[in-house]
């Protein structure tokens, strides 16, 4: 069993910045790929960023592309999982969602693929 609570959202200007994180209980697997997903009001959620590791390691990370060289997820050794969101847009006004057990499948990451879910923290970019 698995247990995410995300924090760190909040309302911030067009450039700036913001930490979320995710803390993670109930790891049972030693290998589990984990991840950001976000949703916006009137839209599907839509994956965000992945990361693969063991209980204490750096893992391999991948994000998408509309958030590529802006976005940075990691982990640390206690297994909290954490997305620096940099250059913030008001496009990435959505509700961000910590997911754990991310499955890849048909060439991508997707929330179907998704057996845990946190219940999600507000992000908010005023231009």
């Known amino acids: 069993q698995v247990q995410l609570v995300e924090s760190g959202g909040g309302s911030v200007q067009a450039g700036g910045s913001l930490r979320l994180s995710c803390v993670v209980s109930?790891?049972?697997?030693?290998?589990?790929?984990m991840g950001w997903f976000r949703q916006a009001p009137g839209k599907e959620r839509e994956w965000v960023a992945t990361l693969v590791s063991e209980i204490v390691s750096s893992g391999s990370a991948t994000v998408a592309d509309s958030v590529k060289g802006r976005f940075t997820i990691s982990q640390d050794n206690a297994k909290n999982l954490y997305l620096q969101m940099n250059s913030l847009r008001p496009e990435d006004t959505a509700m961000y969602y910590c997911?754990?057990?991310?499955?890849?499948?048909?060439?991508?990451?997707?929330?179907?693929?998704?057996?845990?879910w946190g219940q999600g923290t507000q992000v908010t970019v005023s231009s």
């Open positions: 997911a754990a057990g991310v499955a890849y499948s048909s060439g991508g990451y997707y929330p179907e693929g998704v057996k845990y």
């Open positions: 109930g790891f049972i697997y030693r290998r589990l790929c």
